[in-house]
DNA sequence: AATGAGACTTAGAATAATTCTAATTTAGCG
DNA sequence: CGCTAAATTAGAATTATTCTAAGTCTCATT
């Protein structure tokens, strides 16, 4: 489950550096939605001359090309995720962890939600707070 | 549309003091979901002495016993609703205005979103920022 | 209506996440 | 291989929010 594999979002125009795919790295290799300060610590672990800065550069880089989501909770740090299919975020207030959850096949936001008429929808966020009960086996 | 009435929240275990309804006021009749430092400056038009640090507590109060609801957007100031209903918000890109959304009658959750088994859900957000094309009437 | 305890309010300092600045280094095209 | 624009850096700056400690007010109880 822990292969440290060599990633590479290979993207067109995404210039890509020894910083950014030290960070790109960090966030495949362990996909539980880290914050900048965290992706800095993992970071300076391989390549202990990053800075601060650089993370929070990289970071937007490779969300401005679409490598890597932003995720918001709250008022909280930003957190990435190099999970880019569609999906919304479960948060579990008992142990911390953000679960992607994803949308049923086939579902249309029109289906449940009174949008505007006419509107163009740009970018989507789901944000769920809960709890999941212990597995009991 | 701008009838300037006294609204009272009348919660049940919230000491309602001069700020806190000044606050709370300030919500009810303009319900643009403004940010602390917009509640503050309507605030001091009513009552000048109110500092930021009070407008900040009187918000906290209210949410905390359910009188309005913080919204954040990305990482933006939190914004402040009276619209106690489930709902989204829809954030117009081209206006900035940000538009309450609801739910279809008798939808749930579990229809169209692949939830954690026996999950709970305290709380739910959801944000969707697009445009809505200009009305041509 | 007066009292008192605890909750509210205040100004200003402190904090935390993020962005900016200006100087230096580097990627990668030609 | 040299060049130029883009990336990186350390550290300062910014911004929203929270904290602190002292003074004030609300309201349940008299």
Redesign the interface.
């Known amino acids: 489950m822990s292969t440290t594999k060599e990633h590479d979002p290979n993207i067109v125009g995404l210039r890509m550096t020894k910083h950014r795919k030290v960070v790109y790295n960090v966030l495949m290799n362990e996909r539980d939605h880290p914050t900048a300060s965290e992706v800095y610590d993992r970071s300076r672990k391989i390549n202990p001359e990053i800075s601060l800065a650089t993370v929070y550069n990289c970071l937007d880089a490779l969300v401005g090309y679409g490598a890597v989501k932003q995720v918001?909770f709250?008022?909280e740090s930003?957190r990435y995720c190099p999970n880019l299919s569609e999906h919304?975020h479960?948060h579990?207030?008992n142990t911390g962890v953000i679960?992607d959850?994803?949308?049923?096949e086939g579902?249309n936001?029109s289906?449940?939600?009174?949008?505007?008429?006419?509107?163009?929808?740009?970018?989507?966020?789901?944000?769920?707070?809960?709890?999941?009960?212990p597995t009991s086996n």
Chains 1, 2 share one sequence.
């Open positions: 918001n709250e008022r930003s919304g479960f579990d207030g679960h959850i994803t949308f049923k579902t936001l289906q449940f939600l009174n949008l505007p008429d006419g509107c163009t929808i740009d970018d989507l966020e789901i944000t769920i707070r809960g709890s999941i009960p």
